[in-house]
């Protein structure tokens, strides 16, 4: 089907069996919480329009900590509401797979800044993937799933404007059975975050960082292609740009490229020389 990237994204999400979606809503991610409030009034999907984003953001981490699939989605300004939550959140883990959607807008095409939210996934230590198409999206939106489950920790799908308003052809896959009824197991030696607790969870998420980094050295959203001397860092949509340049500058044997799809610590870009970093809108 030919699909808005937010379309393939909550897609994605229905596939993947996502029991409950809250949101604080705003552009470019708006049409996702459309998407989820049409399906609810036709499903057992819940779906909340939320007060604000933290609590869309505690919302969706409470049903995860009781076993059930859930996607929290905002823009990337939303994202500092929810910050509170977000970094003590990367603490306690979750047990279902749980998806945090922050759609950035570079260029500020409907915004009152551009922050760049692959920080938060620096700040909080969680792991963030970025699509570069729109297909992409849809299959991403499904794996964090998977990964977040496997880490139990949340998981940033971090889109920008270009993802998201762009349209493109999605292959639909099978969906998984939804699971709505969960069950939570009170655990106050590694749900409360109070200073003693906290230390041990802190070590344990450093644990995490670890784990991530060996599902991200064996990602296919990592890749490299292209060969020469010179070298090209690149994600999400800005994968397309210097696609594009490479081939109208007719460079090809001159330019490898590293596309990151899957990020699990942005010091990955730290200290690196000789190499171009690409990002774009």
């Known amino acids: 089907m030919l699909l808005l990237g937010n379309d393939a994204i909550a897609r994605g999400a229905i596939e993947a069996g996502v029991a409950i979606t809250t949101t604080y809503p705003g552009?470019?991610?708006?049409?996702?919480?459309?998407?989820?409030?049409?399906?609810?009034?036709?499903?057992?999907?819940?779906?909340?329009?939320?007060?604000?984003?933290?609590?869309?953001?505690?919302?969706?981490?409470?049903?995860?900590?009781?076993?059930?699939?859930?996607?929290?989605?905002?823009?990337?300004v939303g994202m500092n509401v929810a910050s509170d939550t977000l970094i003590t959140l990367a603490y306690l883990g979750v047990t279902?797979?749980?998806?945090?959607?922050?759609?950035?807008?570079?260029?500020?095409?409907?915004?009152?800044?551009?922050?760049?939210?692959?920080?938060?996934?620096?700040?909080?230590?969680?792991?963030?993937?970025?699509?570069?198409?729109?297909?992409?999206?849809?299959?991403?939106?499904?794996?964090?799933?998977?990964?977040?489950?496997?880490?139990?920790?949340?998981?940033?799908?971090?889109t920008t404007t270009r993802i998201n308003h762009s349209t493109g052809s999605v292959e639909l896959g099978p969906i998984k059975e939804r699971i709505t009824q969960g069950h939570f197991e009170k655990d106050p030696q590694n749900k409360v975050a109070v200073p003693a607790v906290a230390r041990k969870l802190h070590a344990k998420l450093l644990e995490k960082i670890e784990q991530a980094e060996g599902l991200a050295n064996q990602s296919p959203y990592n890749f490299i292609e292209g060969s020469g001397e010179w070298g090209i860092i690149c994600n999400g949509v800005s994968y397309n740009y210097v696609t594009d340049a490479i081939k109208e500058l007719k460079i090809e044997d001159k330019i490898k490229v590293f596309r990151v799809g899957f990020i699990f610590n942005l010091q990955l870009f730290d200290g690196i020389s000789d190499i171009i970093v690409a990002d774009a809108i």
């Not at 570079?106 to 692959?118: A, G, H, I, T």
């Not at 620096?122 to 990964?147: H, R, W, Y």
């Open 96 to 158: 279902g797979g749980m998806v945090i959607i922050s759609a950035d807008d570079p260029f500020m095409f409907s915004s009152q800044n551009e922050q760049d939210n692959r920080y938060y996934g620096k700040l909080s230590g969680l792991t963030i993937l970025e699509p570069s198409s729109v297909d992409e999206a849809k299959q991403m939106a499904i794996d964090a799933f998977d990964i977040s489950e496997t880490l139990q920790e949340p998981v940033i799908l971090r």
């Open 27 to 76: 552009t470019p991610s708006s049409e996702l919480s459309l998407n989820f409030f049409q399906i609810a009034k036709e499903s057992d999907l819940y779906f909340e329009y939320s007060v604000n984003e933290k609590v869309a953001m505690e919302v969706a981490a409470a049903a995860s900590n009781c076993g059930l699939r859930t996607m929290c989605v905002m823009k990337h």
